[in-house]
């Protein structure tokens, strides 16, 4: 097996990808620095088009990662290693969960931890009425649990497998080797996957930055810090929250993310751990088993949910998708690149069962927690005509929740630093991948083309925020699903690569190999076992008609056996009981011998169809 790739630190950047993503994002700014009104324009008529003709896509596909993952976690391919076969994890488990989980998830559960039960409870969801509880927390956890991890589990695996399995480059495009070749994954197809991949990331990571710069615009009105925040406040969070990222994105993966990481998840545990305790305590801890048994029981009819659907009161099923079910797969989407490769980068000597599952598992554990306390107390308060809702902006709604308790300026203040450092770590990682994409797969990026690429995406989030005006958070989630569109199909080609590939893992191979040569054992010795009885009843035969024959006196004539009871001298005669007692023996000893034949092929057989041991019969 060929060892990881070393890092080159004279890997090229590959200007066409960079010229190119570039070109795309400038002419993007520009367009809507120029003509914000006409940009938001083509962002809404382009949207209407891919929800009514492609929201279908985004709805099954969604549903098809996530069975997709638990089947290759639990199928033969779960004990290959994404490395050697020796090799130990790279980081520790902790360490490992919390950045994943800082990079994938952090800025979203707190913009949307309180806004989207809430919202949901009050307007209901497509098939249900409003003040729902169960329906509103089944929809909540639908669009943050199993299937955007999938997303990043199904991209993180097939760049981790081909990168530190087999060598291959740490780029999107190698993970389609198995699919259209090395040649393919090297020329024009393979530089289009990875322009579409950064371009996604782009646009991806611009719609958080935008996100977070309008809830800590929002915090700052909140606490009083400023008052009545417009544009170039969210202007200013957007270069202070750019400055951060890019410093933090020239420390390295080692220190500047896994230390963040580790203080996002203690600050932010914290922070749940307060509003547990000064909140609605049982209410929030009957809401997390409520929550998932709605999500379960209703899984199958949110995932069936289309524009054709029934509505909620207050919106059409297509109106509700638009806003919601398909703007989250395509923010996954759009944020699967940069995840997907960070994860991977993270998880060098798991395997995969373990990669897979702890990606699923653990992450979204923690978001139906957090979703129940922050999302449980909202909807309690709700209830009790306490209402945070407030004007209904989202971003706003975090803070009017932190403001009912008791330290609610303090509180209102860690929330912001928590978006700060959350969107420092996404960021971070999505610049480092992306400049990782532009040269050539190295490892670690040269800083340059890091600083370009978050660069860029600052731009992008500046620009989605002035063009949307009064609408910029709808603005945000219209371009994000418009440029993440595209990414569906790549997705969709990458799960039929990955299994192409797992087929011929060295370890699979020598599995087939294995079993084929038990396969082959197990024929031979059913073969030989036959062989051995037609022997052994050709013996006994044999030996019938010799003692016969030596009963009647000619030893060349061949003597019926006696029947019982028959009379005469020759059915007491002594030679005749020795022959019948010799033939018994022998015919028992046939059958024994019969039954050890048939014994040891049937464990041949159970041998060939157990998994292969690894490094038995290893192909040389």
Avoid at 178 to 206: M, Q, R, S, Y
Avoid at 278 to 286: A, K
Avoid at 427 to 448: E, F, H, K, P, Y
Wanted: glycine share 10%; hydrophobic share 50%; net charge neutral.
């Amino acid at each position: 097996m060929p060892p990881p790739p070393a890092d080159d630190a004279d890997a090229p950047v590959d200007w066409i990808i960079t010229g190119v993503v570039a070109v795309v994002t400038l002419a993007i700014v520009v367009w809507g620095l120029l003509a914000p009104d006409n940009f938001a324009s083509f962002a809404t008529n382009a949207l209407d088009f891919v929800v009514t003709d492609f929201g279908w896509l985004f709805v099954v596909a969604g549903t098809v990662f996530v069975f997709f993952a638990l089947a290759v976690a639990f199928s033969r391919f779960g004990r290959i290693k994404l490395g050697q076969n020796n090799e130990q994890p790279e980081f520790h488990t902790l360490s490992w969960i919390a950045m994943m989980f800082a990079a994938g998830m952090g800025i979203g559960l707190m913009f949307y931890g309180v806004a989207e039960p809430l919202n949901f409870f009050r307007g209901g969801v497509p098939g249900h009425g409003d003040h729902e509880v169960e329906s509103a927390f089944a929809s909540t956890l639908f669009h943050w649990t199993l299937h955007p991890w999938s997303i990043y589990a199904i991209v993180g695996l097939s760049i981790a497998y081909g990168t530190f399995r087999l060598g291959r480059k740490q780029l999107l495009s190698s993970a389609f080797i198995p699919l259209i070749g090395v040649k393919g994954a090297e020329g024009p197809v393979g530089k289009i996957v990875d322009i579409l991949a950064i371009i996604a990331t782009v646009f991806g990571t611009a719609a958080s930055l935008g996100l977070g710069a309008l809830q800590i615009g929002s915090g700052l009105g909140s606490t009083g810090i400023v008052h009545n925040p417009g544009t170039p406040v969210l202007l200013g969070v957007i270069v202070v929250l750019g400055v951060a990222y890019l410093a933090s994105a020239a420390s390295g993966v080692g220190k500047g993310i896994q230390w963040l990481s580790n203080f996002n998840m203690v600050l932010a545990g914290l922070l749940a751990l307060f509003v547990l305790v000064v909140g609605p305590t049982v209410v929030s801890l009957n809401t997390i088993p409520t929550a998932v048994g709605s999500y379960f029981d209703q899984f199958f009819e949110m995932a069936g949910r289309t524009a054709d659907s029934d509505g909620t009161p207050t919106k059409t099923a297509a109106e509700w998708l638009s806003g919601n079910t398909i703007f989250y797969w395509a923010w996954w989407i759009s944020w699967s690149p940069f995840v997907g490769m960070f994860v991977a980068r993270i998880s060098r000597g798991r395997t995969i069962r373990e990669f897979i599952l702890v990606v699923l598992l653990v992450p979204s554990a923690v978001t139906v927690v957090w979703f129940s306390v922050f999302g449980g107390s909202a909807v309690e308060a709700e209830k009790a005509g306490h209402s945070v809702f407030g004007d209904g902006n989202a971003e706003k709604q975090l803070f009017s929740l932190l403001d009912s308790f008791p330290a609610g300026t303090v509180t209102s203040v860690i929330a912001m630093i928590l978006l700060a450092t959350f969107f420092i770590t996404s960021a971070d990682s999505a610049s480092t991948v992306m400049g990782t994409m532009s040269q050539n797969g190295r490892l670690i990026a040269d800083r340059r083309v890091t600083v370009l690429c978050g660069a860029l995406t600052g731009l992008i989030a500046a620009v989605l925020l002035i063009s949307g005006k009064d609408e910029a958070l709808t603005n945000l989630q219209n371009v994000t699903i418009i440029a993440a569109s595209p990414f569906v199909v790549i997705i969709i080609a990458l799960m039929v690569s990955l299994v192409k590939g797992l087929s011929n893992d060295p370890m699979y191979l020598d599995e087939k190999e294995q079993r084929r040569f038990g396969l082959r054992l197990a024929r031979e010795r059913r073969l030989q076992a036959e062989d051995d009885a037609r022997e052994q009843r050709r013996r006994q035969r044999d030996e019938r008609r010799r003692h016969a024959a030596g009963g009647s006196g000619d030893v060349d004539m061949v003597v019926s056996p006696v029947p019982a009871g028959a009379s005469g001298g020759q059915a007491g005669h002594p030679a005749v009981e020795e022959a019948v007692e010799a033939a018994a023996a022998s015919a028992e000893a046939a059958a024994t011998s019969a039954e050890e034949a048939r014994t040891s092929a049937e464990q041949a057989q159970q041998w060939a169809e157990r998994p292969a041991r690894r490094g038995f019969l290893r192909r040389r």
